[in-house]
């Protein structure tokens, strides 16, 4: 499953691999993003604008009508494992939020999530990984236990060159493009791309 852009809006996208097709399962007209099933499978979230502001809507994976699901901002959103929350992310302001699925008051995880980190967090079985950025540095793995509890730092990422990381269901290994500017170069120069590896960090 993907956003795909396609002449002037953004669609979500599932593909049948065993099948080799492809269809859209959210065809209103307006942008959809940041696409994610639920826990079961049975229905997908996604990030759209078509009640004027951005907001987390919810869609059947066989298709049909969406329905919102969040009122005051939604971006990017992920079931806990268990399906019991739906942790999600806005696009105008920080924060890490989590709401019951089954209906509830909304609550801050964690504030220190920047509003563009939607690519940059994550469930999994032992809780929920972001990237926080210090002010000097490199940016670092964090993770909220899902019962509430503070935050913990896990690593740092070194060189992280592009946003975007991956975490093992089990939490022990961080899948991230790591690069550097060639040397002597504080800046990168217009046209040329840094040296970016995928590095597999045990954390």
Known sequence: MFASRAASQTEIVVLDLDAGTARTISVEASNAAAPSWSHDGRGVYFG???GGAWQVWRVDAAGGPAAQVTSDGGYAAQESIDGRW??????DRPGLLRRPVAGGADEMVAA?????NWPNWGVLERGVFFLTWPDDGDPQLAIVDTAGS???LLTRLPEFAWSGIAVSRDGARVIYARGRPPRRQHRRPAGRALDVQLIAYVV
């Open 150 to 152: 503070p935050a913990r």
């Open 112 to 116: 220190n999530v920047r509003a563009e």
């Open 48 to 50: 759209s604008p078509r």
């Open 86 to 91: 739906l942790y999600y992310t806005r696009l």
